[in-house]
């Protein structure tokens, strides 16, 4: 009889548990409590994540049906929906956000030796962006939005060369994207890649005093006064390569530095877009390269939404949403670490599916995860006689 791990007792143990807990007492998390712990809360968050649970009932009655493992999958006793669901209502989500921005760090580090974006240079490559998810508003009182639909906005910094966010900021959705830029701590030579909803000039200049690049869509009102142009090859899709300045007073006044701008067609799709950018030296084309890069974090957005729960919610409360957006993020950063650790040549939604679908199994993960060679399968020599 295997008396080995379960898969998911496996999947936890690549967890940092006494980090986790140098956290909680910060936050004093565990203040009172018995039985149910932080711990054991972030393990049944897991839990509902990776076997796709959709609702908190539905999560307490699979974890219910298995209460004789409640210990060795780490969820202690007393597990019910109330105590559950009064944990993530009341429980400080920040716990989970810094637990989670820990994870980051460590896949971040662990991670970059898989950069497969070729650049000219080695600076970090961020992609900020926001996504929405609808939320009825008579239930989700505090998320405004619209006069009658709610929303919350996950603003997110997504590390190109690594494929990990870095940031995320959750607001409700009436708040503007642009307000979402004064969050981020920018780092010297980084490039940020912007959308045209991020275009703001005052902004922009704190990139720049900040010693960052910045790469950003213009709109279509854009008053440029053209200085000097530089000369381009029309065949790689660049129009041109202009340095100036801004026309108008007020975004004159927000930014008072040179500014280059770059018009680039792109052929497949038949588009022509515009470049902002303070950085002088790239070429044009490596510029519209880097925004290009941008729609990672589109595709990380649409990652989470179809693989993680995060559009139905197992709280109505503004604690209870962030705190099950960052366990989200913790288990989709803990599969690229164990995708990693482990070596597997699968991708991550193949591993997400793998580990979700074997969570009660004890087979040792690196087997799971070891993808099948075509020289395992014994197949019949072709001069073997055949019987019939």
Request: aromatic content about 14%; overall charge positive; some cysteine.
């Amino acid at each position: 009889m295997n008396k080995g791990k379960y898969v998911f007792a496996q999947i936890s143990s690549f967890l940092p548990q006494r980090v986790f807990d140098t956290i909680v007492s910060h936050y004093n998390g565990d203040y009172r409590v018995r039985h149910f712990t932080c711990w054991n809360q972030l393990l049944c968050m897991m839990y509902g994540q990776l076997s796709n649970r959709d609702s908190l009932s539905d999560l307490v009655l699979t974890v219910n049906a298995h209460s004789s493992k409640a210990y060795h999958l780490g969820f202690g006793k007393g597990v019910s929906k109330a105590n559950l669901g009064k944990a993530n209502a009341n429980r400080n989500w920040r716990i989970y956000q810094d637990f989670a921005y820990y994870l980051i760090a460590e896949a971040r580090k662990i991670c970059m030796a898989d950069d497969t974006v070729q650049f000219s240079f080695s600076n970090a490559v961020y992609a900020f962006d926001s996504t929405t998810i609808d939320l009825c508003l008579n239930v989700f009182c505090w998320a405004t939005f619209r006069r009658a639909k709610g929303a919350i906005k996950i603003h997110t910094q997504y590390d190109v060369r690594t494929s990990i966010p870095v940031f995320m900021h959750l607001t409700a959705g009436s708040v503007h994207d642009v307000k979402a830029m004064d969050k981020i701590v920018y780092e010297p030579g980084s490039f940020y890649v912007f959308d045209k909803a991020y275009l703001d000039f005052e902004r922009l200049f704190i990139i720049h005093k900040s010693k960052s690049f910045f790469v950003i869509r213009a709109k279509n009102n854009l008053q440029f006064k053209r200085q000097y142009s530089a000369t381009v090859d029309k065949s790689t899709g660049v129009r041109c390569d202009q340095i100036g300045e801004l026309k108008v007073f007020y975004s004159a006044k927000d930014y008072p530095e040179k500014i280059r701008r770059i018009k680039f067609h792109d052929e497949e799709q038949n588009r022509t877009f515009v470049f902002l950018t303070n950085n002088l030296d790239l070429s044009p084309e490596e510029i519209a390269d880097l925004y290009k890069h941008r729609w990672k974090v589109e595709l990380f957005f649409k990652w989470i939404k179809q693989h993680l729960k995060i559009k139905s919610f197992w709280g109505t409360t503004e604690n209870a949403v962030k705190t099950q957006v960052y366990t989200a993020v913790i288990t989709y950063t803990l599969v690229a670490i164990i995708r990693k650790r482990l070596n597997t040549e699968y991708t991550s939604y193949e591993v997400l599916q793998i580990l979700g679908s074997s969570l009660l199994d004890k087979t040792p993960i690196n087997q799971l995860l070891k993808k099948p060679s075509d020289q395992d399968v014994k197949e019949l020599l072709h001069n073997q006689l055949k019987i019939f």
